[in-house]
Structure formats: C-alpha cells, structure tokens
C-alpha cells in the first residue's frame, strides 16, 4: 500500500522492476524514445532523475506489463474485484450476505477523506514551465500530460461525491498558448468534464478544473477506469490504494493532497484554442482542432515530486496493459449490462475503438427454421449504444455452436465468421453516424459510419488457404498475398480520390465477376502495400480497420441492393491510405540514434538484455 509514487518507486526497485536513468535526458522526444525502446523490449519501470530544463524528476512504463500492474496493487486486488462483481451483480451481495462483509467494508474505508490543514502538494507554487515539458512524436503540438487525473464537480451537485476524475490530454505548450497562463484541455463533450462544463456554461459560470499528476499509481488506475453508474473513481481509488483519497480545498479548487503536482485553473464559456496535433493510441497523430481553453490558476508541486508520463501510439503500448488490468478488475460488468452478451473485445491491434469482436448469444433460433443472426442484432444494437463502445466502426459477432470462442484469438475468431458469414444477408451498415474523434478514416471529425458483420449457423464455405487464380489475374492490381484463411490482399494504384477509387474498385469486381464466383475468398483487403498487409495479424487488423469508413471503403463484387438491403458475393474493403486520413507516427531516426549512448555498457541502461 503506497502512500504516494515514491514509495511505489521505491518498491518496484527493491524487487527489480525499476531502473534509474541517471544521465541527462531531453524531454524533447529523447525521454518518449527511450520509453517506447525499453516497453517495446518487455523492460522495467524508468526513473529520470537528470530531465534537461527541469529540476524535477520523471517515471515512465510503470504499467508496462500486466504481471508489474498486478504487483503494484498486490494487496488489495482481490477486494476491489470483489467489490466489482458485487456492484455488476448485486444479487450477488443480496444471496450472500455474510460473504460480503467484507465487500461492503472495503468500499467504506476508501470514502474520501477531507483534510484541513497540511498539503504535501502546496509546499511550493511553482510555473509550468518548470514541469519536464515532454514531447512524444516530431509533429506533435507541443508537450502534453499523458497521465492526468482531471478532476471537475458536478456545478448542481457540488462535492467529491459527485465528481468527475478522468484521463484527457492537457497540452502544456506550443500552439497559440500563452505559456505559464493557459493550457489545453481535450475532450468530448459527452465525458464526465464535458457535462459540467455544459452544465456551467447554461448558468454562464467558469468551471473550476483540477489537474492532479502523480500520487499512488491507484489515482492514475482509477482515472481511466470504466466505472458502473454511482460508484465514484475517488472512491476507488481508495480502494486500489488501501488508503482513503485524502483532499482539500484551496482558494475554492479541490486539491489531492497525495499528488506530486496539481495544476488548477478555469474553462469560461465559450473559449478555445487550437490543441494538437497529438500522436495517438490509433498509430496516427490527431489533428490541430479547436478545444476548451484552461485558464492557469496555480500549479503546486510537493517537494522532491515525480512527473508520471507514458507515451502512445501505434499499438502495443502501455496503455494496451492499461486495458488488460481494467478487463481483468471489471470482470463481467459488459455482461450486466448487456444480457445475452458473453464478451465484447475492443481490439488493440486496431487502436481499440476502431473494430470489436463480439460473441452474444442466439436464443431465437429454436422458432427459426434456419440459423441465423436474429438476437444477435439486437444485442449489436445495444454494444454499439454502450459508453466507449458506441465510438467502434466495424462489428463482428457471433454466437457459439458447438464449441466454445474466444474474441482474443483474432485468426480463430474471424475464421469462423468467415465460414458462415451470408454475404447476402450478414452485412448491416449503420450510415452519417459517430465515431472516434481521434479517427480520420471519416467524413469529418466525429462523423464517419459503421458495419456489423453478424455471422451464425452451419459451416458454409471451405476457406481459401493459398490466393485463388482469379486474383492473381486482375488487371491493374498486383502482389496478391494471403492474410490469412479466406482474406486475401490485393496490392492496387495510390488513392486519389473517391471517384477515381469507385473506377478502379467497379473495374476489380467486373473482372472478378467476368471468371466467376470465388466464394473461399469472402473478404478481400485493397492496399498501398500487401507484402505488409499480409506480414502479421496485427499489421492487417491495424491498417484495414484505422484506414477505411464502411460506407464509403467497402465495395462488393456483384453488390446490390435488395428491399434496401446490400449484398455481395465477395466484400472488398479499400484500406489505401486517403489524403484527408492523418499521417502516420514515424520516430525521428536522429534521436533513436542519440538515445543509444544510454544503452552501452557502463550506462544507466548498458545491463539490460534484449535491447
């Protein structure tokens, strides 16, 4: 149980899960490539202790693998998880009533605690400029915090107990942002900050924002946690960290007085600035768009504090074991919020948000006379209406029949959709929609659509194991390569524009149609570049499913419409990269190349295998 980062610092060292980076370091993508180098090589926590241009230090990967997350919160895992399954299933509590005693008393030691007097945090005011202003990626904006907890009250209902504590980005500097004055806060409107704020801008109040940094790994976990309806994240974070959250107030600001740093200020009505760009968890930078302007108030920072940070992008990343820990605390909740479902997988190799795998279960067909996706549409419907999960693009689902599935084992899973999947029938398109902010494959940002591919019943193809004849044939396209069994990519002519695409996509399926069907292949994948489409699972999901919008990226040889409904014999997704989509993260070679003095021997890093 740790009562700050320190001590959690000092733990992971003890037991060999921290190392210390004692020469000086830039914060300007040195910190974030060394980071990324050490995650990507399954290594340990870092410790920064020499930042250039800061006087403070800085922690990184400190959730770098599940196994080390699980060994930070190592006392009191198994009561917050069953504090979890109580709250997903209350029933539960109700049958067993002694059995969770102890439930009931973990979550009322972890209230939060209002303390008068000493603030650890407010020992010093300082500037943000004196913060380690971390840069992650070249075309990023400027330095961001990556491991804020934001915390804002309900302006109606005033006080912890109402309060929001997320995860969304504050950028420091760069940009028009007047530096030590103003800061850049990214959000969507329908996240926990982003109902106060509408709530404070109907009564024309500013809305007083706190930004804690640091504190017990527990406040980090608890910021970025899905939580059910009325169970607050300050309360779980007291439950992660076996000590109540303690807080304060300060010139009206609420303050946690575990906190390394707090930086607090204000959102008026109205006021933005451009934020951005950013490298992002999908692999890509998001783009520079107006967002909510804070107004620096003061920012504290208690004596010998820590700077937390992480990095993102292209997935694997920290945040990836992020998610596992949180699937693995919550349990079943996707279940008790959804009946009928078994499990939701957002995958990682996607950018989370962009493709779901889904396995739900198919009660009706007893009254059908064939097997078909029936309950299974409507449970869709109720995924795609269900918090982060209403972002997701693309859908496969299914049910289990005769042996059991696991969404996680993406060839095994999608394989079995594709062997059953009716073309004519499976395919549904949900049109001028939402999606991911942070998405660029779209009509605009937010504004994209979606596709659920519902699969369910018998067998009904054999899957094409090497490429059929017909597509080595295809005039104009090239470097046809397996993806795996019955997916199949086609390497084609850079994309121009989307009339010029229907050309060339209507020319693919005329040709394929000309030599007849190929119903082993139902799904084929049109790319700038198949040998790297096809190099691994994770390439394929990456790139197909972050590059293409359903309703204007999917085409089909035969396609056509019946009572409104498409169809096709063969679905023909084009996964070019398109102008108006964000570039990719690229790393600057200069500075993976400085970064090297860190791991030769007698350096910091010089001992570490495998890097």
Known sequence: MYRNLEDCIVDLEKNGHLVRIREEVDPYLEMAAIHLKVYEAGGPALLFENVKGSKFRAASNLFGTVERSKFIFRHTWDAVQNVMAVRNDPMKALKNPLNNIGTGLTALKALPLKKSGSMPVAAQEINIADLPLIQSWPMDGGAFVTLPQVYTEDPDKPGIMN????????????????????????????????????????????????????????????????????LSEMTVAGMLAGRRFRYS??????????????????????????????????????????????????????????????????????????????HELTGDAIKQEIPGVKEVHAVDAAGVHPLLFAIGSE????????????????????????????????????????????????????????ERIDLQRDIHFYTNTTIDTLDYSGTGLNSGSKVVFAAYGDKKRELCTEVPEVLKELRGFENVRMVMPGIVAVQGPAFADYAGAKRQLEQMCSAIEEKGPIPSCPMIILSDDSTFISASISNFLWATFTRSNPSHDIYGVNSHYENKHWACDNVIIDARVKPHQAPPLIPDP??????????????????????
């Open 163 to 230: 309060s929001n504590l997320g995860m969304y980005r504050v950028q420091l500097s760069g940009n028009e942002y007047e530096l030590n004055k103003e800061i850049g806060l990214h959000y969507q409107i329908h996240r926990g900050i982003g109902v106060h704020q509408d709530k404070s801008n109907k009564q024309g109040r500013p809305l007083k924002v706190s930004c804690f940094v640091g504190g017990p790994p527990a406040h980090t976990l608890a910021a970025v946690m899905p939580l059910p309806e009325g």
């Open 249 to 326: 107030y300060e010139d009206g600001f609420c303050i946690s007085n575990d906190a390394d740093f707090v930086i607090t200020g204000e959102i008026h009505p109205g006021e933005t600035k451009p934020e951005g760009p950013f490298g992002d968890h999908l692999g890509y930078y998001s783009l520079t768009h107006p967002f909510p302007l804070m107004r620096v108030h003061k920012v504290y920072a208690k004596p010998n504090a820590i700077w937390p940070f992480t990095v993102v992008g292209r997935p694997p990343q920290e945040d990836t074991a992020f998610g596992d820990l949180i």
């Open 363 to 418: 009660r009706y067909t007893p009254y059908q006379q064939v097997k078909q996706p029936a309950e299974l549409l409507t449970i869709v419907n109720r995924i795609l209406g269900t918090g982060q999960l209403s972002l997701a693009k693309y859908v496969f689902i299914t049910a289990e029949d005769k042996r059991p599935l696991d969404t996680h084992n993406e060839v095994d899973f999608l394989t079995y959709i594709m």
């Open 590 to 611: 200069t500075v993976a190349k400085n970064i090297e003095r860190l791991f030769v021997q007698g350096a910091s890093l010089g001992g570490m295998k495998n890097l």
